[in-house]
């Protein structure tokens, strides 16, 4: 038998409702971390929840960033999920994961106490 590969996956979306500044570029600020490790948490939840979570591995916020001629209220969010694909197992279903992510962010709205661009979530395979 073949041993399963890690593969991985982007995925990328506005909050709405957390405000910009320069200590979200900087991976050693304290809130820098804080926020990365509530991100990590949330994701993980959301993912776990979903049809790759039996080989879902956990997500990494790997980048915070402003987003040029949006609003200094919002921040863009990078991540990189990791799976362990199955010899045996189809693609990764990006559109099929971006309906479910959608789903259980109440229309791409709220992911915990963070509100959601609509039109933000994009899920890379």
């Known amino acids: 038998t073949t041993a399963a590969t890690l593969e991985r996956f982007t995925v990328n979306f506005t909050i709405t409702n957390l405000p910009y500044t320069s200590d979200l570029e900087n991976p050693d600020s304290a809130r820098f971390r804080a926020t990365r490790r509530v991100m990590n948490t ?8 979903s049809s790759i979570g039996p080989a879902f591995q956990g997500c990494g916020t790997s980048d915070f960033r402003y987003v040029p001629g949006s609003d200094r209220d919002q921040t863009h969010v990078d991540a990189v999920c990791t799976y362990s694909k199955e010899p045996w197992a189809a693609p990764l279903d990006r559109v099929g994961l971006y309906h479910q992510v959608s789903n259980k962010t109440r229309g791409i709205t709220q992911l915990g106490p963070y509100s959601l661009d609509k039109d933000s979530l994009y899920v890379n395979g």
Do not use: G, T, V
């Open 42 to 49: 949330l994701l993980d939840r959301l993912l776990k929840d």
